[in-house]
């Protein structure tokens, strides 16, 4: 069915014009297409406007993960590139060097032309062409410096030197560094050629299959670059502007230093620059950092207030076992819009002075979990379905009819998780996968839409695990009392104590 797109939930409409799904106009602001969450969507606009922090408290699949999200792409695009840079007169104290998106740019287009021209080995003059390893000296045929022996002639493919005439084991010697693996040909050959009557040097270099030639401005800019001291980029400034954060290990919030076996000794080792890794608080600079679950990151809340409140971090060897241990980079931008999420009862476990800082510079909302059953919630809703069909791309759009029957159930799941009457459920999550399960039931119809009736089969496949042993067995215990073997219940610490300790009851009872 095409996709029709007319109906705007913005402008609103009756669910009486709809024929299906396919004809809601999904919202092009990611933060318009958060549903029933008005006061959280008004305090992130102004997150996103006055780089305010925000925690966001609710339950699971309430619409948390996609506000902070949404922030992210009402920020403008980042406009500073952080850089390490090699520091020769203390290696395991690298410096940091911030770039302005202008003077990338320039610095790139600048590289390019120091890059000089990429030519095919066969406009390349022949001598060049036999000392890089494209052409055999034997039978001229051009083929890859990387194949060792010509194709054709089945010749090693040697240098001039080696096949000299004055060495009469020439041959041999040929076959000798084919035989070890060297590589046959050079890297790179420097000679002359004039240009509008002017002699100027030129250096051809393998570039792959192909010539890279170098011409005197290209080594003039080289150069230039070579002068300066060895840097690498840490955070681009091309990079996405939101960061989800998981808090799975320091290294990966906070940054490392990589282990070098060779203690980064300069002709053995990776240098101490190269081998610093950003973490999540420095890839979020100028963008947003979202920490899900907040209260998991533990003792590591307190790394993450010092960043909020200097808005720089050092990244530091965390492992006292690696060669990184010693290495420190001072003054690390990590400037970000700082959004947390958890649940209601986790909330005693967020440190009291992070919590202290975001309420300074920004805003805590408790999501909503229902919204009134009105005609403009019951459009939302449809809007949300829509959504979730368009994202999903394997399944049929749903009918009006389909709708109501999604609507039903939202009212359902409000009363009986809520208590709220005349009410929708904002749980969209669970919802969400309601429709899913209907839109796969009709697929594998082949069906056109999602009807009503998919819809309710879908109601009985998608329960969990508690509704399916309340169903069946009436209650968990008779579950588990049904279900268990003898051996099971008697290796069971629960029936072990009943049954060992109830006489002085000290048992569960």
């Known amino acids: 069915m095409p996709d029709e797109r007319r109906l705007d939930p913005e402008a609103g409409f009756s669910l009486d014009e709809l024929e299906s799904t396919a004809s809601i106009q999904i919202p092009a602001d990611p933060l318009k297409r958060v549903i029933g969450q008005g006061e959280a969507i008004k305090l ?6 006055q780089r305010r922090h925000l925690l966001l408290v609710g339950p699971p699949g309430t619409g948390k993960s996609m506000i902070a999200q949404a ?4 920020l403008p695009r ?3 590139e952080i850089r390490v840079v090699q520091n020769p007169e203390n290696p395991e104290r690298p410096l940091v060097e911030v770039k302005e998106r202008d003077d990338v740019l320039k610095e790139r287009t600048a590289k390019e032309g ?6 095919d080995p066969k406009e390349a003059p022949v001598n060049v062409a036999e000392r890089l390893g494209y052409k055999c000296v034997s039978c001229g045929t051009y083929s890859s410096p990387r194949e060792r022996m010509c194709p054709k002639c089945a010749r090693p493919k040697v240098t001039q030197a080696s096949s000299s005439p004055t060495n009469p084991f020439g041959d041999l010697m040929g076959i000798f560094e084919v035989t070890l693996g060297q590589s046959l040909g050079n890297e790179r050959v420097t000679t002359t050629r004039k240009r509008f009557g002017k002699e100027e040097v030129v250096v051809y270099e393998r570039a792959g299959e192909m010539v890279r030639v170098l011409d005197q401005k290209a080594l003039e800019k080289r150069r230039e ?3 300066e001291s060895p840097r690498k980029v840490l955070v681009p400034v091309e990079r996405n502007p939101f960061v989800m954060a998981t808090g799975a290990s320091e290294t990966e919030l906070l940054g490392d230093v990589r282990h070098d076996p060779y203690g980064g000794h300069a002709q053995l080792g990776t240098p101490t620059y190269e081998r610093v890794v950003a973490g999540s608080i420095h890839e979020s600079h100028q963008g947003v950092l979202f920490v899900d679950e907040l209260p998991h990151l533990g003792y590591m809340q307190r790394f993450l207030l010092t960043a909020m409140q200097e808005k720089r971090f050092p990244i530091a060897g965390r492992n006292p076992q690696s060669a990184g241990a010693s290495v420190r980079v001072d003054n690390v931008p990590c400037d970000f819009i700082f959004v947390g999420a958890c649940n209601i009862q986790d909330l005693e476990y967020i440190l009291s002075p992070l919590r202290s800082r975001i309420i300074g510079s920004g805003y805590e909302v408790l999501v909503e979990t229902t919204m009134d059953d009105t005609e403009e919630n019951r459009v939302r809703l449809a809007q949300f379905v829509a959504q979730e069909i368009t994202v ?9 009819d389909a709708l109501e029957a999604i609507i039903e159930e939202a009212r359902r799941r409000a009363k009986v998780i809520d208590n709220k009457d005349k009410a929708l459920t904002l749980r969209l999550r669970e919802l969400g996968g309601l429709v899913r399960t209907a839109g796969d039931i009709a697929a594998s119809e082949e069906a056109a839409l999602i009807e009503a009736a998919h819809i309710k089969t879908a109601m009985k496949r998608s329960k969990t695990i508690e509704e399916q042993i309340k169903e069946r067995y009436g209650s968990y215990q008779a579950a588990m009392g ?5 051996a099971q219940k ?3 610490p629960y029936h072990y104590w009943n049954q060992h300790f109830v006489d002085d009851k000290r048992g569960y009872g």
């Open 482 to 486: 049904s279900d268990m073997t003898g």
């Open 225 to 227: 670059f070579e002068r």
């Open 392 to 400: 999903d791309r394997r399944i049929p759009h749903a009918s009006k």
């Open 490 to 492: 008697s290796q069971s």
């Open 78 to 80: 980042p406009t500073e």
């Open 44 to 49: 992130a606009y102004l997150a996103a406007i």
């Open 71 to 74: 922030i992210s792409l009402h």
């Open 114 to 119: 120091a890059e000089g021209e990429v030519i």
